[in-house]
């Protein structure tokens, strides 16, 4: 199969060779033209020229619906489910439902159906009856992926499009996809895959592509390259390491405090951090993580314990955690943080808007944007630009500015490098350093283990909201780290 | 290009509008003394709109504005029948706008009901009331102090014209709404939250207060028209406010076909008031079955709305 697009501002003359039964890894910055590339071949772009062959014989896949009938998948970073409606239809998603008499819905079949897909990806435990939205982000993801298995009846699928799939999963998780990833490769079905994590794609991919700027860059099979060459053709550049190191001690001031603290969805937390200190936290997914960052937000009310924030009881409400200087990097940066219709300059002052008095001021918002768009290496066509226009990477950087704006005490990072390319990546760890530098104590979320090992001095293991283990990160592997995710409360004592 | 002609096109078929109305009707339409009228019989919508405008820009809905403003309109009547002076009537009626719009506030934000239930909830309580009040009478004659509705008929000459006290009146509202949406930091934060409600929450945007407070402007507006409706007509009827919700909501519509991302704007909001008024007022010399005429505006509204959705969405393409 061959594909070869050309003139789209966003992507020129790229060629894409996949064959089946071999998983190839689509790479590159954000803004490097993937997304454009996958939404032609699923149609849902028109190129502006483009050729698609499959076995030797032209395609033309002008709409979505051609796209499906030529046995292209997609299942994308952004998942799109129906929380309301049951995992078993959403599995059967875009089918008619099966039928008794002609009439009423077979329910009994729709169950059996979505449950041996389910079971072929070895996800026996998903409760096919349960609303989708109730559950855990992995389970989502084998959910679309059995939805693509289903479709699968009407046209044999040759080529499955995964999208960041492992972007919201844990380590667990992901592991589960990489085996149905190499059950579905058995089966023939050649695979595109993309992904920011190169480890990742070292692992489970035979292929890689790179692009850049729209631009073709290098492809290979994955046993000819390294992660070195890989990185040096995203990013054109030398990287010799993925994380800057600490270069001021941490402070001697304690910012944050939290003694035995519970709340409805956490127990017993314990730590204190220091002016400048980076703590991760980490553990299986939604362990209370996000949970725990809410706190300092004034969203969740202490039952039982004590914590304080620069000697004072912690705020009530985002507003006065805002005023107090905390900011805040929400998880889900498009439902949570940002307004995607409205300007980067916008975005930016946000929380801050109090600062400029009763009557707006654009015109020290403009350079207040300026400012901070400049110092977080924001790409854009001008403060003006709705943020939805926007990569990945770039809005991340957005809600950054909207932090440092604040000149903030405390920072708290909710996966902030989630779908953010290695650039940006680097970019955003600059700037948690530079923050810690000035004495800015840094709560930082992550299921990127190396990430968590290489920017924070400590580690909060957490399990089911209880904290399991609190660990200096000196000297810590991602295997060690993982192992203690398992392992039970040696504190416990 | 095309967004360019989205934007200007509500605003051309304004043009056209008025056009048509000048060759047909060449000797009334385009007078001074018409223009005057046209700017008197909207003055009241214009208020709806405006403060309607400043709900709708949070994706909020205010149903109740009609049965407000007719409300308003019997309290003031009631309190002077009672004997109380004109200030009492009025600051009464207004008040009774603002709790009644604070109560949709917070039935809305602190509640959680959306916008559309509670108002039509609303809705139906203020009018009862105001039936409940009124006895379901109008109250006119002797009981209208000449204060009151004298103001409805009192205008400040500028030249050899006189503008109404009630089309100045409606000028200051959408002014101060403007203001307030555009050039303070309550309008962007209110646009933040139209925008995205749980992100400008957790950006440490009031939101529960702000909503409060706009549905309160929001009621108040309704009222104040409810008094102009009163002022006009020398009298309060039950049901004198009822049309226009639908009118207020329709302009903002209209409005929102001429702004960039689809955001309500006060300014646009005044060219979708004044393409309503324009037709009424120009069908009616027409002799245009008044049945006729409400077929024709939904229409219209639905056009505009229709050929914005649809420029809007080749755009995204």
Known sequence: MSKAFGGVSALADVTLNLSGGRVHALMGENGAGKSTLIKLIAGVLKADSMSVEKNGQPLSVNDARDAHEAGFRFIHQELNIIPQVSVAENVLLGRDLPRKFGLAVDWNKVKTLAEDALAFLGATHIDVTVPAGDLPAGDKMMMKIAAALVSAEQSEPVLYVLDEPTAALTGEESEKLFDVIERLKTKGASILYVSHRIDEVLRICDDVTVLRDGEFVASNEIPKTSKADIIQAMTGRDFKNAYPKRETPVGEDTTVSLKNVSTSNLQDVCFDIRAGEILGVSGLAEAGQSELLKLFMGIGKIKTGSASYMNEALPGSPSEAWARGIAYIPRERRSEALCLDMSVKSNIVLPHLSEYGFYAKPWLENEDALEFGDKVKLKSNGVLQPVGQLSGGNQQKIVFARGLRGNPRLLLLDEPTRGVDIGAKYDIYLLVRELSARGCSVILTSTDLPEVLGMCDRILVMEHGRQAHLLESAQMTSADLLTYFFTDNEAAV | ?317
């Open chain 2, 1 to 317: 290009m095309l967004q360019k002609l989205r934007q200007s096109g509500t605003l051309l078929g304004f043009f056209l509008i008025l056009l048509f109305f000048a060759l047909k009707l060449p000797d009334t339409f385009l007078t001074a003394r018409n223009l005057i009228n046209i700017s008197q019989q909207l003055s009241m919508l214009a208020v709806v709109a405006a403060t309607m405008t400043i709900v709708m820009v949070m994706n909020d809905f205010d149903l109740s504005v009609g049965s407000m403003a007719s409300l308003s309109g019997i309290v003031a009547a009631m309190l002077f029948t009672a004997g109380y002076p004109v200030w009492v009537g009025l600051s009464v009626a207004l008040l009774v706008g603002v709790f009644g719009g604070l109560f949709n506030g917070f039935l809305v934000s602190v509640v959680g009901i959306l916008p559309f239930v509670a108002t039509l909830g609303t809705l139906t309580v203020f009018s009862g009331l105001a039936f409940l009040l009124s006895d379901g009478k109008t109250i006119f004659g002797r009981d209208i102090p000449s204060s009151f509705s004298g103001f409805a008929r009192a205008g400040i000459e500028i030249g050899d014209v006189k503008v109404p006290m009630l089309t100045i009146t409606a000028g200051l509202v959408i002014f101060i709404c403007w203001a307030i949406l555009e050039h303070t930091n309550f309008g962007r934060r209110l646009y933040a939250i139209g925008g995205n409600k749980e992100a400008s929450y957790l950006a440490g945007i009031k939101v529960v207060r702000l909503r409060l407070i706009a549905f309160s402007l929001t009621g108040l507006g309704a009222a104040g028209a409810g008094l102009m409706y009163a002022a006009r007509v020398a009298s309060a009827n039950p049901t004198q406010g009822s049309g226009l919700m639908l009118d207020a909501i329709a302009a903002v519509f209209l409005g929102m076909t001429m702004s960039r991302r689809g955001e309500p704007k006060v300014v646009y909001t005044l060219v979708g008031v004044l393409i309503l008024g324009v037709l009424d007022n120009g069908m009616t010399q027409l002799r245009v079955d008044s049945y006729v005429r409400e077929i024709f505006v939904g229409l219209i509204v639905l056009a505009a709305v229709a050929v914005a959705s649809l420029s809007k969405r080749r755009n995204a393409k």
